[in-house]
């Protein structure tokens, strides 16, 4: 199955949505009016697109048929997709990577995001791409979650650095760096606790384990990416905004894409907070994670 049709399938839910509620304010050949643009407006808020960005977005249509550069209904899901394109060029759309030595990749979230899967899913990603991985098994607070991940390390035959449940997240990040320098690998990818954003002292941990990286290999994390659930739609959003003031989140791997049905809050993660969606979860297997494609995404969400 190519990548548009898994994404196809696993927007499923929400291109039926989206799609049904497109259809129902843009029959063909429907003149643009201000009452059209406030019925598109809101099936957008309705799709979970947001209201900030919808506002932005229904701002670029008007736009561009006051300039008349559209003016019938049929007109405006292609100026819709062009808007939500534009927003991943390419140089948001890759993994960073270190000048010398490993590439270090912090993971964070809340428990029931789908974390530590998600985690295993980009270490095989990885490394059928080539790469050397290393898994820091830092989630020591949670029952049994190094033992998960320890059993995700043998499935896609990757090495781990791991202490006992109740360590401190700190040692581990500590010696896991020092493993990967030593067996000069080309990632290093750190599972952090699963927290609430609204616990402070879990959010000062991982802070702690940034600081930890930082100091033992130079530039580290190149990258932080935050796994959310696609299925709580905007309150995905109020995680990734509290997240990032204690960890510069550069990217999003958006998890249970395949369970949503409000596949717009991809495109509003992006427009509120200015991170990019790097990578989706499309299903529960180990090669179910695919980089993010915005042009098929789009394709895919508005196929009928």
């Known amino acids: 199955m190519g990548l548009f049709d898994r994404f196809k399938k696993a927007l499923t839910k929400t291109r039926e949505k989206v799609v049904s509620g497109f259809q129902s304010v843009l029959p063909f050949g429907r003149k643009i009016d201000e009452a059209l643009l406030d019925e598109v407006h809101d099936t957008m808020i309705t799709d979970d697109f947001g209201p900030v960005t919808a506002d932005r977005l229904i701002s670029g249509v008007r736009e561009a048929w006051k300039n008349k550069e559209i003016a019938e209904s049929q007109d405006i899901i292609e100026h819709l997709k062009k808007q939500i394109i534009a927003k991943w060029p390419d140089d948001v759309r890759s993994l960073a990577q270190a000048e010398s030595g490993p590439t270090v990749i912090l993971v964070a979230g809340i428990n029931g995001s789908g974390k530590t899967t998600s985690v295993a899913k980009l270490a095989n990603h990885l490394k059928q791409q080539g790469k050397k991985i290393i898994l820091a098994a830092c989630d020591t607070y949670r029952a049994a979650a190094v033992l998960q991940l320890t059993e995700w390390s043998g ?121 990019p969606v790097k990578f989706v979860g499309l299903g529960e297997k180990i090669d179910d994670i695919e980089p993010f494609d915005p042009e098929l995404f789009v394709e895919a969400l508005f196929a009928e």
Do not use: W
């Open 155 to 275: 499935r896609c035959g990757v090495d781990i650095v791991k202490h006992d449940q109740g360590a401190d997240p700190g040692a581990v990040a500590y010696d896991a760096c020092e493993a990967a320098v030593a067996r000069n690998a080309d990632i290093l990818l750190v599972d952090t606790a699963g927290r609430l954003h609204t616990q402070d002292n879990l959010m000062r941990e991982l802070n702690k384990i940034q600081r930890v990286v930082e100091k033992k290999i130079p530039g580290a994390p190149h990258e932080v990416l935050l796994v959310l659930d696609a299925t709580i739609g905007q309150n995905a959003v109020n995680q990734a905004r509290h997240f990032s003031e204690h960890v510069n989140v550069s990217g999003i791997i958006l998890a249970k894409l395949d369970g949503s049905a409000k596949g717009g809050i991809v495109v509003g993660i992006r427009d509120q907070l200015d991170v």
